[in-house]
């Protein structure tokens, strides 16, 4: 199958988003936000036609986003809630619910053979890896594993997003289906309950 291993960023990382940060200093905040959006788009469409090269200048025009706002530096960008690169996160990250594409992060949920699993995109545009968190929702389905979590990293293959989770979930199930621990199962229900929560504050947010 063929996939990007890694998006990684080239020798020159640093001197290309500063030169396209610096361009970046004449917009307006509003604009510079609109630059972040449309790379994690442009991100997403180089994952899904196999091209290295686009996803590369995708990521740089990303950091150089942040770059900007964070005052010229990218130290620092990720260091508190509000910094500016996990604002830009929060900016481009798909809806509560949504599948997200390859470059958001995002919190959805999945059915794999009966088993309803949250799925939360714990990585995107920014690492050479994608990687992601899976949660069980319902104390009497089996899991992957008995503490109900179970953590994972993929490369970028060319399919949608609920595709490849998927896919993972029903092979790690065939092979490894297990009961969760009792322990767990007080810890699983707040989270499903909390799950429905946060998706019915973002539909009524939407209407």
């Known amino acids: 199958m063929a996939m990007i ?8 990382h640093d001197r290309k988003v500063e030169a396209i940060g610096k361009r970046y200093r004449s917009l307006s905040e509003t604009d510079i936000r609109a630059m972040a959006l449309l790379a ?34 990218l130290l620092g960008s990720f260091a508190e809630e509000n910094a500016a690169g996990n604002y830009l996160q929060r900016l481009c990250a ?28 714990t990585r995107a545009i920014e690492g050479p890896h994608s990687a992601f968190r899976f949660e069980a929702l319902d104390t009497n389905a089996p899991f992957c594993v008995n503490t109900g979590v179970l953590e994972a990293t993929f490369g970028f293959p060319p ?15 065939a092979a490894s289906a297990v009961a969760l621990d009792p322990s767990r199962h007080d810890e699983v229900q707040r989270r499903y309950r909390f799950w429905q929560c946060q998706k019915h504050q973002n539909r009524n947010s939407q209407v």
């Open 5 to 12: 291993r890694r998006v990684g960023l080239s020798d020159k």
């Open 40 to 73: 994690v788009k442009d991100f997403d469409t180089a994952i899904m036609r196999v091209s290295p090269q686009a996803a590369e200048d995708a990521r740089i025009r990303y950091y150089a986003a942040i770059w900007t706002l964070n005052h010229g530096t």
């Open 94 to 121: 798909a809806a509560i619910g949504q599948i997200p594409h390859w470059g958001q992060y995002g919190q959805f949920e999945i059915n794999v053979q009966g088993t309803p699993v949250k799925v939360t995109r």
């Open 159 to 173: 399919f949608h997003v609920e595709r490849v989770v998927t896919a993972f979930c029903e092979k790690q199930l």
